[in-house]
């Protein structure tokens, strides 16, 4: 063969091929799915797209790495976990993806919603793949983390979010209804503690603390998932607090990462917003602070029976008032607040005593708080 004609089929040949690579990668997009439903089906389940298997034995609460998946139609089959095909499929979805985007595809939902609490907003439960274009495998800001949210509690109402920073008030994301993907968030890791979602001006608030350390650079997803209960007392959603019917899975913030890694946060709960029920509470009691454990800033939070006085006395371990919060008047009411800025103590456990009289009376009640500086 001439030499010239071997080099010139040999160069197309290596043209075609990059142009059949890149036209391929045109035409794919990038998927990270999760599974945030609470059926008991979707516990562990085969996912099957467009009849191949995709993922197998897929839980509940957990996400995949992003994935190459071809742009288009792509039919998604849900099957049980011990299946061979999608011939087996108990529910079979659709997604559309459009070429060179990224998505979060989020399973939730339940098969059967006559079986659970219908939603608050009135909002169709059935088992769906929610799609969000935009999704994120790293920060757009230097030195910044970034996050997008996602409410996805069936029986859960509009819900505000928070992102609780070390000073100051929480950074409201919401609100949000059942289904809904929040704007992107970024900001700088060492100024964040935690994060707080609140049904309602008149329910109870859930919350949880942790470290935001080593989120440099790094982009993740957010979603709130399980359940929150009916007070049996005043039938309204999460008041006070009742966090989780029993049976069902409990109230969870996960923390899901490009590469499929989870980490899973229980919520805490406290009365804090229940000032609006408009009900004098029965007696003095303190309800803990929050966040605990926190860094410098702490809320104390009480129910006053009476009007009263009030102030708060910190000491430490070994007995010695390290800090005071004088004497401020309260009216009777539930969910009192008092801010505790302990800038200028070291990190450590400390107790706080709150203070409340009432002319000649005096109501004292208090409990532990650590500071993690």
Same mark, same amino acid.
């Given at each position: 063969?001439?030499?010239?004609?071997?080099?010139?089929?040999?160069? &197309?040949?290596?043209?075609?091929?990059?142009?059949?690579?890149?036209?391929? %990668?045109?035409?794919?997009?990038?998927?990270?799915? /999760?599974?945030?439903?609470?059926?008991?089906?979707?516990?562990?389940?085969? %996912?099957?797209?467009?009849?191949?298997?995709?993922?197998?034995?897929?839980?509940?609460?957990?996400?995949?790495?992003?994935?190459?998946?071809?742009?288009?139609?792509?039919?998604?089959?849900?099957?049980?976990?011990?299946? %061979?095909?999608?011939?087996?499929?108990?529910?079979?979805?659709?997604?559309?993806?459009?070429?060179?985007?990224?998505?979060?595809? %989020?399973?939730?939902?339940?098969?059967?919603? @006559?079986?659970?609490?219908?939603?608050?907003?009135?909002?169709?439960?059935?088992?769906?793949?929610?799609?969000?274009?935009?999704?994120?495998?790293?920060?757009?800001?230097?030195?910044?983390?970034?996050?997008?949210?996602?409410?996805?509690?069936?029986?859960?109402?509009?819900?505000?979010?928070?992102?609780?920073?070390?000073?100051?008030?929480?950074?409201?994301?919401?609100?949000?209804?059942?289904?809904?993907?929040?704007? !992107?968030?970024?900001?700088?890791?060492?100024?964040?503690?935690?994060?707080? $979602?609140?049904?309602?001006?008149?329910? @109870?608030?859930?919350?949880?603390?942790?470290?935001?350390?080593?989120?440099? !650079?790094?982009?993740?997803?957010? *979603? *709130?998932?399980?359940? $929150?209960?009916?007070?049996?007392?005043?039938?309204?959603?999460?008041?006070?607090?009742?966090?989780?019917?029993?049976?069902?899975?409990?109230?969870?913030?996960?923390? $899901?990462?490009?590469?499929?890694?989870?980490?899973?946060?229980?919520?805490?709960?406290?009365?804090?917003? &229940?000032?609006?029920?408009?009900? /004098?509470?029965?007696?003095?009691?303190?309800? @803990?602070?929050?966040?605990?454990?926190?860094?410098?800033?702490?809320? /104390?939070?009480?129910?006053?029976? /009476?009007?009263?006085?009030?102030?708060?006395? *910190?000491?430490?371990?070994?007995?010695?008032?390290?800090?005071?919060?004088?004497?401020?008047?309260?009216?009777?009411?539930?969910?009192?607040?008092?801010? $505790?800025?302990?800038?200028?103590?070291?990190?450590?456990?400390?107790?706080?005593?709150?203070? &409340?009289?009432?002319?000649?009376?005096?109501? *004292?009640?208090?409990?532990?708080?650590?500071?993690?500086?």
């Amino acid at each position: 063969m001439n030499t010239r004609y071997a080099y010139l089929t040999s160069a &197309a040949a290596l043209v075609a091929t990059v142009l059949l690579t890149q036209l391929a %990668v045109a035409q794919t997009a990038r998927v990270q799915l /999760v599974n945030a439903s609470v059926d008991p089906m979707m516990e562990t389940v085969d %996912v099957y797209m467009d009849d191949v298997l995709w993922y197998d034995d897929f839980e509940y609460a957990t996400a995949q790495a992003f994935a190459d998946v071809l742009a288009g139609t792509r039919q998604v089959a849900l099957a049980p976990a011990s299946s %061979v095909s999608s011939s087996e499929a108990f529910k079979t979805l659709e997604m559309y993806l459009l070429s060179g985007q990224k998505y979060y595809a %989020v399973l939730s939902g339940v098969l059967d919603p @006559g079986q659970y609490d219908v939603n608050p907003d009135g909002l169709d439960t059935s088992l769906k793949l929610f799609l969000k274009i935009g999704a994120l495998e790293t920060s757009s800001e230097m030195g910044k983390f970034e996050f997008r949210g996602f409410h996805g509690l069936i029986t859960g109402p509009r819900l505000k979010f928070w992102v609780q920073e070390t000073t100051g008030d929480p950074y409201e994301l919401g609100p949000l209804s059942y289904g809904e993907f929040s704007p !992107n968030f970024s900001h700088e890791p060492e100024q964040m503690t935690g994060f707080h $979602i609140q049904p309602g001006t008149n329910y @109870g608030l859930f919350y949880n603390t942790f470290s935001f350390d080593g989120l440099e !650079n790094k982009a993740f997803f957010s *979603i *709130i998932v399980g359940f $929150i209960g009916e007070d049996p007392v005043t039938g309204l959603i999460g008041a006070p607090c009742t966090a989780n019917p029993p049976g069902l899975p409990e109230l969870r913030w996960l923390r $899901i990462f490009p590469d499929g890694t989870v980490e899973d946060f229980l919520f805490e709960c406290s009365s804090v917003g &229940a000032e609006e029920l408009n009900e /004098v509470p029965a007696a003095f009691r303190v309800l @803990g602070n929050y966040p605990n454990p926190f860094n410098p800033a702490t809320t /104390v939070q009480f129910d006053l029976a /009476v009007g009263a006085l009030v102030r708060v006395d *910190i000491y430490d371990l070994l007995g010695r008032r390290v800090l005071q919060v004088p004497e401020q008047s309260f009216s009777a009411g539930p969910g009192q607040q008092i801010r $505790i800025d302990a800038s200028d103590l070291a990190s450590g456990t400390y107790i706080f005593r709150v203070v &409340a009289r009432n002319g000649k009376t005096a109501y *004292i009640d208090g409990g532990h708080m650590t500071l993690l500086k």
